[in-house]
């Protein structure tokens, strides 16, 4: 992405979301957040790079530490994205009506 260490610890990764992603992002995050420290989550989304120009593709996958959670980030093509969110998709289990 661009950004050295220091320019983001201790900064939201909310801040980097592609706008699309905000709703799917934050879904996940109140899921896991009301679970327990064996939850565990994945999204795939779009990353701002530093220089502003464009976003990168991320599959994180999450668990709670703490009153956050933990987010192991993998850069992907945008094939592996759109595979992966038609895969999540369809292992999610069906929501409220």
């Given at each position: 992405l661009?950004?050295?260490?220091?320019?983001l610890l201790g900064r939201s990764w909310y801040r980097l979301l592609h706008p699309e992603d905000l709703g799917h992002?934050?879904?996940?995050?109140?899921?896991?957040?009301?679970?327990?420290?064996?939850?565990?989550?994945e999204v795939?989304?779009?990353?701002?790079?530093?220089?502003?120009?464009?976003?990168?593709w991320v599959y994180a996958r999450l668990?709670?530490?703490?009153?956050?959670?933990?987010?192991?980030?993998?850069?992907i093509s945008e094939a592996e994205a759109?595979?992966?969110?038609?895969?999540l998709a369809a292992e999610a289990p069906p929501g409220p009506p």
């Open positions: 661009g950004y050295g260490r220091a320019e992002v934050a879904r996940q995050h109140l899921r896991l957040a009301g679970a327990g420290p064996e939850a565990r989550g795939v989304t779009r990353l701002q790079r530093k220089d502003g120009l464009g976003w990168t668990r709670p530490e703490g009153p956050a959670l933990l987010a192991h980030n993998f850069v759109w595979c992966l969110r038609q895969q």
